[in-house]
């Protein structure tokens, strides 16, 4: 069963009196346990597209199916409930809670989703240490560099142990060589956690990383290019 | 993570301006405790002043509150020692009880003929003893040092007069009053003989030859029959009274002599039995044994009961104006406080828009978000509320041993200048709530405009 399903989605944005069409008449759907990259140019579609797919905003029409549910019928409490189960965020800038060290940092997600302790404690260890900052435990994210708090960011991610990570443009703030260094254990990630990974971006480094990329323009899905299609081996 | 621990890092994390915040409310409980501690102290005061003076209860005859001041010879209780008797030795009443005492006031004609001066007088006739036990009530532990009256140990024929009195009677020099115009000059100015018909009167009294430096008075009074009565009185003492109309009429006697003044050689009568109790708080329920006695052993009597209270307005008054400023700057420092924290959590509403929208993102529901900022401010408002709460302590500790002084209404002396927060729970536990409310309710409106962003708008922010 795919991970995500979108049906004839549309949205339009209304600044003043003009309306803005995001995104017309989209269908995708997005395989599980696969590393999806949406690519396409700036304000071609692709940052609504990943907030409609993480259920952080809604279509003006058309269907949004996540991980065998219609989204649009869950009210605003199942709806948060709904993300902190399924969907794990790694945002551009981070977004760490400034206030929590890198262990309260992933731990958070795991608190919303009521985890108990026990498994918490084991589960937050476990991913900090998978994403090689065991020694930055205790440490605020203003004591890490970019890059860390990425990695930061991926372990959050992962904590709940979702069907999904959105991410979007998650090496825009970061220099080439760490980019790819993220890039790497994002895909580690995926296939240690199997979990389907989709970000924004159009980074060529990371579209060559997909195994499913989905070129948009001006709203539209240009095209979808699969792995097998490119004559590789899907992982 | 634990919602408080998670709020009290976010204060931490703009300390200058969480401490700006605390300081504007501990300045406001300050205000408030300081200024509640001074207006109780005001009105605790005036109330030991009265105690001390009328008792908490007096039984009278009914109507004597309203009518008796012009004919107390009428008004009186005939038999008021069984009326003691039957107080004094109540099961119920005598643990509540520190004194029982019988009084006399009257009106009447103070003159020192000698000087050619007179004016009309208010008499009070009472057990000196019994008086002396009431000086001493001091439940609200007061610094006060009430010594014993001047009547104590004094003749019969003694009698204290206020200081205004002293003065138009002319009775400055023996009594050492202070502020007198010397006797010349006013006699100069306002000496008038005594009419012919008190000289009169004044000569039929057996009067004691006076002796150098010794003070004496006249009081002629209007005995139950309506006929006139004279005395002649030693003064022992002219004391400065609290309030400038009573220092200008007061006349304090024995019990025997005031009774001696209304009712002649007929049998002596009290105009009210006064109780004083060892707490103010047994009023009701003394009031309400004293008319289950009133209703069947004193039933004979036509007898009612008033206490402190209705026999001193302007004790309500005081209390009444009091407790309204205290309201009223209550009300100006909440609102203060309402808007201090309500701006305080808007900036941090803003400030961590991004933050707002990443935690709703991950699967914080809006009432977690709600929560988080009511959080905030509660901790704000119970920080602000107990550091108030200390620092009032310590002003009201440093006012308290300042040394200064003031003369409260209604008493004649200067007392220390006290502030009472210590020991005042109810107002310290109040104050400190209504803040912690005031800052909780401020929160509200950001909390809400924080919990109903839209995620992506939120996460758009920068």
Redesign the interface.
């Given at each position: 069963m795919n991970v995500v399903t979108l049906k004839h989605i549309g949205k339009t944005y209304h600044l003043d009196a003009v309306d803005v069409p995001a995104l017309i008449d989209i269908d995708l759907e997005i395989r599980p346990n696969c590393f999806t990259v949406i690519s396409g140019p700036s304000g071609s579609g692709k940052t609504t597209l990943l907030?409609l797919i993480?259920c952080?905003?809604q279509p003006d029409s058309g269907e949004v199916i996540v991980a065998g549910e219609a989204v649009q019928t869950l009210s605003?409490?199942a709806l948060?409930?709904?993300?902190?189960?399924h969907?794990g965020?790694i945002?551009q800038?981070f977004?760490l809670?400034?206030?929590?060290t890198v262990r309260?940092n992933v731990?958070?997600?795991l608190?919303?989703?009521r985890v108990p302790a026990a498994e918490r404690k084991a589960r937050v260890a476990a991913l900090i240490e998978a994403v090689g900052l065991s020694d930055k435990a205790g440490n605020f994210p203003g004591e890490l560099s970019g890059g860390q708090r990425q990695r930061v960011a991926i372990a959050?991610a992962l904590a709940p142990s979702p069907n999904l990570v959105l991410a979007d443009e998650p090496t825009a703030n970061l220099d080439s060589h760490t980019g790819a260094a993220i890039i790497a254990l994002m895909r580690e990630m995926q296939r240690e956690h199997h979990v389907t990974f989709v970000f924004s971006s159009h980074d060529p480094k990371v579209l060559a990383e997909a195994d499913d990329a989905v070129m948009i323009r001006d709203g539209r899905i240009e095209n979808i290019e699969r792995r097998e299609q490119r004559g590789e081996e899907a992982t | 993570m634990r919602t408080v621990s998670l709020a009290l890092r976010n204060l931490l994390r703009n300390r200058r301006r969480s401490i700006t915040t605390l300081l504007a409310m501990v300045i406001g409980a300050v205000t408030i405790l300081v200024f509640g501690g001074y207006s109780r102290n005001i009105t605790l005061s005036l109330q030991t002043s009265y105690v001390m003076r009328g008792g908490h209860l007096q039984i009278q005859r009914q109507d004597y509150f309203l009518y008796g001041s012009g004919n107390p010879a009428a008004y009186g209780i005939s038999d008021y020692q069984k009326v003691i008797d039957v107080v004094a030795r109540d099961p119920v009443l005598a643990p509540m009880l520190t004194a029982v005492t019988p009084t006399i006031s009257l009106g009447g004609i103070a003159g020192n003929f000698a000087a050619g001066v007179s004016r009309t007088v208010i008499g009070a006739g009472v057990v000196v003893a019994d008086r002396n036990r009431m000086r001493g009530w001091n439940d609200y532990g007061l610094p006060m040092n009430i010594p014993p009256s001047a009547l104590t140990g004094s003749a019969a024929d003694a009698v204290v007069i206020g200081n205004g009195v002293a003065r138009v009677l002319e009775l400055c020099e023996p009594l050492g009053v202070p502020n007198c115009k010397k006797h010349a000059q006013a006699e100069a100015e306002a000496g008038v003989a005594a009419p012919a018909d008190i000289t009169a009167l004044a000569a039929l009294e057996s009067r004691p030859a006076a002796t150098a430096g010794e003070a004496r008075i006249e009081i002629l009074a209007a005995n139950v029959h309506g006929a006139p009565n004279v005395a002649s009185l030693r003064v022992v003492k002219a004391e400065r009274q609290g309030f400038k109309e009573l220092d200008d009429m007061y006349v304090g006697m024995h019990l025997a002599q005031a009774q001696r003044l209304l009712y002649g050689g007929e049998k002596p009568q009290a105009t009210a039995v006064v109780l004083q109790l060892a707490h103010t708080r047994q009023i009701p329920a003394a009031k309400a044994r004293l008319a289950e006695l009133l209703a069947s052993t004193l039933k004979g009597q036509p007898l009612e009961v008033q206490d402190f209270e209705a026999l001193n307005p302007f004790y309500g008054q005081a209390v009444g104006m009091f407790a309204a400023i205290f309201g009223f700057m209550a009300v100006l420092i909440g609102a203060i406080v309402l808007f201090t924290v309500g701006n305080t959590m808007s900036m941090a509403v803003i400030e961590r828009t991004a933050e707002i929208g990443t935690l709703r993102a991950m699967g914080l529901r809006r009432s977690g978000i709600r929560r988080l900022f009511m959080v905030e401010a509660m901790l704000l408002g119970v920080i602000g509320a107990v550091a108030g709460v200390a620092a009032a302590l310590c002003v009201a500790w440093l006012v308290n041993h300042a040394g200064l002084t003031w003369v409260p209404p209604g008493q004649a002396d200067p007392v220390p200048l006290t502030v009472r927060v210590w020991g005042e729970t109810a107002m310290m536990i109040g104050s400190a709530a209504l803040l912690a409310v005031v800052a909780v309710i401020s929160a509200w409106w950001p909390a809400r405009r924080a919990a109903r962003m839209r995620i992506v708008d939120a996460l758009r922010h920068v």
């Open positions: 907030n993480g952080i905003d605003d409490d948060s409930d709904f993300r902190a189960r969907i965020f945002f800038n977004n809670l400034p206030v929590l309260e731990e958070y997600p608190l919303l989703a959050r | -």
